[in-house]
């Protein structure tokens, strides 16, 4: 396992341990995170520290029992691809929600950096062959 997929599997520990707070700490203070209009009814990017913390809000008002876990990590030239099983229940209605996405990881001096979020696998390797 790299130094990468490692920092990255324990960003994911601390987050399923500690909360967004877990994670923080092992978020960039410039960190981007990128949701595209095709995977979200909402796109945005978000911005350091703050932007990780209003992205789980808006997770939290739907969905309870949120899990993000990695299903499948490896390293590229540039970056850490995850492919991501993200996990919870309706908050109202109690229905069982669940979601594969890869995920695309830049870290910058220990620190995850950005992450944008692809709707297949072969999308997110050819941004990282680029």
């Keep these: 396992m790299s130094d990468e997929t490692a920092l990255v599997d324990a960003a994911f520990a601390a987050l ?10 092992y ?15 909402e796109p945005d990017t ?33 970056a850490v691809i995850v492919i ?10 109690g229905a069982p929600a669940e979601l594969l996405t890869p995920v695309r990881l830049t870290i910058v001096d220990g620190q995850l950096r950005t992450m944008e979020a692809y709707e297949t696998l072969q999308a997110a390797l ?3 062959s680029a």
Excluded at 16 to 24: C, F, H, S
Excluded at 84 to 93: E, K, P, Q, V
Aim: net charge negative; aromatic share 10%.
């Design 84 to 93: 991501l099983r993200i996990t919870g229940r309706g908050r109202g209605s």
């Design 16 to 25: 399923d341990e500690g909360g967004v707070e877990g994670l923080v700490r």
């Design 46 to 78: 978000y911005t350091g520290h703050e932007g990780i913390r209003r992205y789980f809000a808006l997770w939290d008002e739907d969905i309870e029992d949120l899990r993000f876990a990695p299903k499948e990590v490896f390293a590229t030239d540039d």
């Design 126 to 128: 050819a941004a990282s």
């Design 27 to 41: 978020v960039h203070p410039d960190f981007e995170g990128v949701v595209p209009p095709e995977l979200s009814a």
